[in-house]
Structures are given as structure tokens and as C-alpha cells.
């Protein structure tokens, strides 16, 4: 049954996204297309399609009253507006339906787990927020709130664990069974990821803590993905509050890659690696879908928490997914690039070899701001190379890469950000005697920098107005390159 808050909803949608004009939208990283968007929710194969919800207010650019808005794909690079698929109506989530995700059943519906939010008023007047793992079960438009919700409530929590931070259940299933991992904050204060089993999908049992943080990697953890991928257990979560370790981690909300394997007579984590997931200024809360040729396709909100908000003003919505990357672990790292269907929007192919570059050049038609373009540096002796891409004569976002150091440090200071919000961001590279690929997918609002074949990721956000859309190179000293850029269109 449809409830009020649900109809207002839809209704306000489909007043309000056809005004939307579709050259104002990135031409291929998912927006909500109206309002705010945060995680990316419920990402599945149900019915041979791809179906993704977000976290979402439809009435404003700001985060309010969690819905859960709903679109799909057959190739990740054209998404299906579906209606809004959950509003925040129920007792036990009024105040907020928050992460989760989704999966198909034996029967053909399709299960939505996610955390509801309900907000008590204490006898000393104070206010308490409760987070407990709910259900919805529907045909891929309509969703119906299971009569027993929650499923997993604070009542299965191992000893100290909080019924205030408990949320953003992931689904999937192995063997005969049904499992769920849900974060947590522990009795030290710091978060934790717990693995809860069912047989059925709707009756649950907590399990085990697969892995916890013991202040080590920040406090609460948030939206755990666990999976197996060559090889590996692999464990994707996103903690607040970490504090950054040299190049690796950064302050304040952050991700975090742990892969090992699972134990299962502890039902723990056995780490043997961890890294970050993405080295931009701009990743949070990444999930994953297994396609049906078996590969693991990630897609996160483009966007970390610190930097919410400043957008040029006149923008409909506000959030945006980056695009879907395939992950592999190769040599116990993890390693992520755009999925294939990317290269189906290729056109107009531009290609340079053995060019030289020292002073700045820019290169016969290599250009543009919807573009997929790689740059392969020689190997060679020189101080630094340097891409300024969405250039103009005040505008440019700057890649350096400093082979000396090991480093790529990428500066979007003239990139259009209407505050001075932090705008570089420096990580680690192989040094490999001065050779390195870059791969950058640009997009209206965006830029994804893939190092290495995918070895490291970094994203960012960019409001560079559209017109520029230069791109020059540079080295302190003499760099040979071969670059590769195509025009993008969907
Ligand atoms: C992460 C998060 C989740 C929560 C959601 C609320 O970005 O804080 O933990 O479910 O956002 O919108």
C-alpha cells in the first residue's frame, strides 16, 4: 500500500524532473536529477537487470528525511528514473530510511534490507535515536514494508554494542544461506562490522563481529560490503572519524579495504592486507553488485561528508555516484577501473605517440570535458610530469605525478569550488623509473583519475564551468608520452 509520504514523494518526482534541462546533468555519473542523494543503496541483479537506490531527499539539496530513490540499468551508463521506491512512513523508520541494500529471492520478489530510524523522546527530555535493520519485498517499482519489522534489532547486538549506531545492512547469500553485514559502534567506542545469517532472508540471528576497529581505523564504521574476490574475502567499509596515516588515510570520514579470509569457526576476518579505496577528495560508501558474467562492479557516492554543500548555486541536486568499476585483487591489492561499457560511448578516437613534452604544450585535438583520455609516461629521468585538464585561462584541475617521491598530487584549487574548501589531495604510486599510466574519465561535474591500470583510484568533484576545456602537459625536464583520448556520448 502506497503512503501518503510515499505518493507526495512520487508526485513531487514527476512534477519536478521533467523541468530538469538533461545538459545540466553529468552525461554519465548518476545524480538524483532533483535533490540531494547520498550512499548508493540496494545496488542487485534482479531480473537480469541492474537496479540502484540512493539515499535521497527529493525536496531539497540538503540531507533530510531519508527516502530511498530507485533507478536501473542494463549497462551502467544509461539509468531508468523509477519511482521513489522508500519513504520514511512506518513507526519503526519515520525518521529516516536509511543505507542498505537488496537482493533477488528463489521466488522472483525482490528484497530491500535497510536500517530504520526512529527518534524517542527520553523521560529528561532528551532526545534518543534508534537504528534497526528492516525489510521490504517487491517486483523492482513497488516495495512492501514486511508487518515484522525490524528483522535485526538492538536486541541481537553482542554485549555493548550500540542500538544508536547500527545500520546499513548488506544482503547476499552463500551456500544455503542468507547473511547480512551491519556496522556497529563497540563498548570502546569505536566500529565494528557484525555478520548476521538467516535461512530464510526474514528471520535473522547475529553470527559473529567479521571485524572491528579497536580505534585503530576511526570510530564508526559505516556501509560494510563483504565479498569474495580472487581468491579473497574482502571487506569494504567506511569509518568516521579516522585519523590519517601518512599518505594511505585522511582525516574525518574515509573508506577502508581490509581482505584476508574468513574464519569460519570465529566468523572473523583474518587480515593480511588494508588500504584506502579511493584517494580522491571525493568516495564514500561504496557497494558492490556481482554482474551476471561474474564480475564485482563497485559504485559509490562521489563526495565525502567534510565538503558537503558547496556547489555553484542553480544546480537542481546535489550528489553524484561515481561510475561503476570493475575490482580485482591482484598481487593482495585492490585494484578498480571503469567497467568495459564505458568503451561502447567511445567516438572520435585522438591519438599521439612519442610526443615530447617539457615546457607546457597542449596536443592537436585533445581536448574536451566528456572525455575518456590515457596518458602513458616513458620511462625516463626527469623531475615531474603535469595534466591540467578543464583548463581555461583562470580554470584548470592539475595532475602532478613526481616520480622522485612516488607521488601523484592532484589540485583542484581553479576548479569553480565557491569555497575554500580543501582542494588537493597527494597519494602513493609505484615509482617504476618514471613510468606511469594515467587514465582520466571526465564528466561535467567530475574527474576520475585511474593510476596503473587501477593499481590507485582517485575522485573528484569539479564545477569548473563547462566551457573549459583545455587540456596541456608539462615536465620539470623531458618527458616522452603516448596519449589516447576519446570523446564520450550516451
Ligand atoms: C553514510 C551514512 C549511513 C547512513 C546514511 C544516512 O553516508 O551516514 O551510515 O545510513 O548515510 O543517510
New binding site residues.
Given amino acids: 500500500m502506497t503512503s501518503e509520504r510515499l505518493r507526495a514523494a512520487r508526485k513531487y518526482e514527476s512534477e519536478k524532473l521533467p523541468q530538469v534541462p538533461s545538459g545540466i546533468l553529468p552525461a554519465y555519473h548518476l545524480t538524483g536529477g532533483i535533490g540531494w542523494i547520498?550512499?548508493p543503496n540496494g545496488f542487485s541483479r534482479y531480473k537480469n537487470e541492474y537496479h540502484l537506490f540512493f539515499?535521497y531527499n527529493p525536496y531539497d539539496v540538503h540531507?533530510d528525511a531519508?527516502h530511498w530513490g530507485h533507478v536501473k540499468t542494463t549497462d551502467f551508463l544509461h539509468w531508468e528514473r523509477l519511482p521513489c521506491a522508500l519513504a520514511p512512513d512506518r513507526e519503526f523508520d519515520k525518521d529516516?530510511c536509511?543505507?542498505g541494500s537488496a537482493i533477488e529471492l528463489p521466488d522472483g520478489k525482490h528484497l530491500i534490507m535497510y536500517?530504520g530510524v526512529r527518534k524517542e523522546t527520553l523521560p529528561d527530555g532528551t532526545q534518543a535515536e534508534y537504528q534497526a535493520q528492516c525489510i521490504a519485498v517487491g517486483d523492482g517499482t513497488e516495495y512492501e514494508k514486511f508487518s515484522q519489522n525490524p528483522v535485526i534489532d538492538a536486541g541481537m547486538l553482542p554485549p555493548g554494542g550500540s542500538a544508536h549506531d547500527f545500520?546499513?545492512p548488506k544482503i547476499f547469500e552463500k551456500g544455503e544461506k542468507y547473511y547480512a553485514v551491519a556496522?556497529n559502534r563497540c563498548p570502546d567506542g569505536s566500529g565494528a562490522v557484525l555478520l548476521f545469517e538467516s535461512d530464510d532472508a526474514l528471520s535473522w540471528k547475529f553470527r559473529s563481529v567479521l571485524a572491528s576497529s579497536g580505534n585503530r581505523h576511526g570510530r564508526m564504521w559505516?556501509?560494510p560490503d563483504f565479498f569474495t574476490l580472487d581468491g579473497k574475502d574482502v571487506l569494504l567499509v567506511?569509518p568516521q572519524e579516522m585519523n590519517a596515516k601518512g599518505l594511505e588515510f585522511i582525516d574525518g570520514n574515509t573508506t577502508l579495504c581490509l581482505a584476508g579470509s574468513f574464519n569460519p569457526v570465529t566468523g572473523s576476518l583474518e587480515r593480511e592486507h588494508e588500504q584506502a579505496i579511493d584517494y580522491g577528495l571525493d568516495f564514500?560508501?561504496p557497494q558492490t553488485v556481482l554482474t551476471a558474467d561474474g564480475r564485482r562492479v563497485m559504485i559509490a557516492?562521489m563526495q565525502y561528508?567534510d565538503s558537503v554543500g558547496y556547489t555553484p548555486e542553480g544546480l537542481p541536486f546535489f550528489g553524484q555516484m561515481t561510475f561503476p568499476r570493475e575490482l580485482k585483487i591482484h598481487n593482495g591489492r585492490l585494484y578498480q577501473m571503469p567497467v568495459s561499457e564505458l568503451e561502447s560511448a567511445r567516438r572520435e578516437k585522438t591519438e599521439h605517440r612519442n610526443v615530447t613534452v617539457s615546457s607546457e604544450i597542449s596536443l592537436p585535438g585533445i581536448s574536451g570535458r566528456i572525455i575518456d583520455l590515457t596518458v602513458n609516461v616513458l620511462p625516463g629521468n626527469y623531475e615531474y610530469f603535469r595534466i591540467t585538464v578543464a583548463a581555461d585561462n583562470t580554470h584548470g584541475t592539475v595532475i602532478t605525478y613526481n616520480p622522485g617521491k612516488g607521488t601523484v598530487l592532484v589540485d583542484r584549487t581553479l576548479s569553480g569550488s565557491p569555497k575554500d574548501i580543501l582542494n588537493t589531495r597527494e597519494f602513493c604510486v609505484s615509482k617504476k623509473e618514471g613510468k606511469i599510466e594515467m587514465r582520466i574519465l571526465l564528466d561535467r561535474y567530475s574527474l576520475e583519475l585511474f593510476v596503473n591500470a587501477g593499481s590507485q583510484a582517485a575522485s573528484f568533484t569539479i564545477y569548473t564551468p563547462l566551457s573549459a576545456d583545455g587540456i596541456s602537459f608539462s615536465a620539470g625536464g623531458t618527458a616522452v608520452i603516448n596519449a589516447v583520448k576519446y570523446n564520450l556520448e550516451f
Fill in positions: 547520498n550512499d539515499q540531507w531519508m529516516g536509511f543505507s536500517t545500520r546499513d556496522g559505516e556501509c567506511s564514500y560508501a557516492w561528508w
